[in-house]
């Protein structure tokens, strides 16, 4: 957000954290301590109030792992942008509920393996528009739509446990395994080692870890070992 490393309570742009002026410092920690993809979110595109292209390049352009980036993709010429540039993998939010068209036109131009669709969820109900509006919508629904549309990978996060350390909902995940077969992602509420563990027995295929690496809850290589160990 406005160029730097930043966590948020609860997605509220009111109540943040900047951890680093520049973003490109904790990427290249994430990259040293073996992180084998790094995830970013453009805030001020999904919010709709500017956009951080530039340091995602300065990201990319630096490090040699792959990058997927989400917030404010809504169109396919902001994804080739992104891809251009040497994005690995692009998340469609918003877009995977009012836009279908254009996930639909990403997976038949750049494959399943390049694109990612989130299902953000405040409680049972999906959000929208940097989790700003609910849409009424219920998130196993929407992730057996995105399913069944071919979607290679599905992050899903948790709103009410994002940034706040209090661990993830685990039984809204081991739901959302059930109803879907593409690849799965958990994100929200990560805290300790034993979070790691109890996610990879939901059968997800990877969690995002944010504010605990940030706030050293967690050391990233020790992370990866629990979860391979799964």
């Known amino acids: 957000m406005n160029g730097k490393s930043v966590r948020l309570i609860r997605g509220d742009p009111s109540n943040k954290k900047i951890y680093y002026n520049d973003p490109l ?10 992180a084998e993809l790094l995830h970013v979110v453009d805030l001020d595109a ?10 995602i390049e300065r990201i990319v352009s630096t490090l040699h792992i792959p990058i997927e980036v989400g917030g404010g993709i ?24 009012n836009n279908i068209e254009v996930v639909e036109a990403a997976l038949k131009e750049f494959g399943p393996s390049r ?17 700003t509006k609910a849409t009424g919508l219920d998130y196993l629904t929407l992730a057996r739509s995105l ?4 979607t290679g990978n599905i992050i899903f996060t948790s709103v009410d446990s994002d940034g706040t ?11 959302l395994r059930k109803v879907v077969s593409a690849r799965l992602i958990a994100s929200g509420g990560v805290t300790n080692l034993d979070d790691i563990k109890q996610l990879a027995e939901t059968r997800v295929d990877g969690t995002i870890i944010g504010t605990a690496l940030y706030e050293r809850r967690i050391n990233l290589t020790d992370a990866m070992k629990v979860a391979s160990k799964c």
């Open 115 to 131: 694109v990612a669709a989130a299902v953000d969820a405040k409680k049972d109900i999906v959000v929208v528009r940097g989790w």
């Open 147 to 150: 399913d069944r549309l071919g």
């Open 25 to 34: 410092v904790p990427a290249t920690q994430f990259a040293n301590e073996g």
């Open 165 to 175: 350390l209090t661990r993830p909902p685990f039984e809204m995940v081991r739901r």
């Open 74 to 97: 809504r169109s396919l010429e902001k994804a080739r942008q992104l891809l251009e540039i040497g994005v690995n993998r692009i998340i469609f939010g918003t877009s995977s509920v």
């Open 46 to 55: 999904a919010l709709g109030t500017g956009e951080n292209i530039s340091s």
